[in-house]
């Protein structure tokens, strides 16, 4: 059967887990972005990946519960998040860069393809700390599980970027505590298609 998912429920359930552990999520999220900033974005990749490993554990209500200090253990996949890092930004860049060549499209297609590209690649973090692949099997299993589905995974990517986006309409100011909405809402979607100690759901 075709892997999909229910974007309501899925929203639902990431508001749950966000509202039930909003400090832990939101000062770690606030923490890893002050220290991907300051490092020009080298440690954004494994910032990232302790997010996800964080937001995993709460949904599996591991014990003991997680806390802001684990986003560091997102330094056991320092190679592969960095990577991932490099190369999601090298294939927004030079996509954007391409698509704004092209007459009267260009004011539209380079954010297509960035939502587009975001959505391929959105479980491609959660398959590097969870089943810990390396990084070119984690973006392929990503790619496949959407691309098999793709506009109900591409519905969900833009209503959790909206939502977590909301933030920004504050000047900004708003965007950090907004921001974790999307990672628990790609999380949990990512929880659905693969249970934890199981293998990719099919419903």
Known sequence: MTPTIDIGKTLTAAYNLYKDNITTLLLATLLGSIIGIFTLGILAGPMLAGLAMITLA????AQPKPDIGDIFKGFNFFVPALIYFIVYLVALMVGNFILGLIPLLSLFLPTLYGMALSTFAMFTIFN???RKMDVVPAIQASVDIVKANFWIFLGLNIVAAVVGGLGALACGVGAIVTAPMYLTTVA????????AGGSASQT
Do not use: F, G
């Open 58 to 61: 709460l949904i599996d209500k």
């Open 128 to 130: 590097v700390v969870d």
């Open 188 to 195: 949990i979607a990512y929880r659905e298609l693969y249970p």
